[in-house]
């Protein structure tokens, strides 16, 4: 089972930092395109960072590049990190791991598509207080 599972959400304040951890089953272990959307009731579902976990080459949005950096661990292909940091209220929002098929990697044309994962988390809620 591929099935994510997402934690290290909460409440913060203006201008702190959390860690979000995604990982997916040791069955698992093969290198894919994995990321972290976001979404807020009424609005799409939005990529914030993508890694490919054999290179571990990133992808961000626009909106949060810089504070937020995506990583993996450096030894298997089914943990992967958001470290999320300076969040403000607009940052509140669930915080969703996906997975990608076994052996693709990531484009920059698509990684943003929810459309190219096929395996989602239930989702971990972040919410940035001013």
């Known amino acids: 089972q591929v099935q994510p599972v997402e934690s290290g959400g909460g409440s913060v304040q203006d201008g702190g930092s959390l860690r979000l951890l995604c990982e997916i089953s040791?069955?698992?272990?093969?290198?894919?395109?994995m990321a972290w959307f976001r979404q807020v009731p009424g609005r799409e579902r939005e990529g914030v960072a993508g890694?490919?976990?054999?290179?571990?080459?990133?992808?961000y949005a626009d909106s949060i590049k810089g504070r937020f950096a995506i990583s993996k661990d450096s030894a298997k292909n089914t943990t992967v990190y958001l470290q999320m940091s300076r969040l403000t209220p607009d940052d509140s929002a669930v915080y969703y791991c996906?997975?990608?098929?076994?052996?693709?990697?990531?484009?920059?044309?698509?990684?943003?598509?929810?459309?190219?994962?096929?395996?989602w988390g239930q989702g971990t809620q972040v919410t940035v207080s001013s």
């Open positions: 996906a997975a990608g098929p076994a052996h693709t990697g990531c484009s920059l044309a698509y990684w943003q598509l929810s459309t190219k994962y096929d395996y």
């Open positions: 040791e069955y698992s272990d093969t290198p894919r395109c």
């Open positions: 890694i490919y976990t054999d290179t571990g080459r990133t992808y």
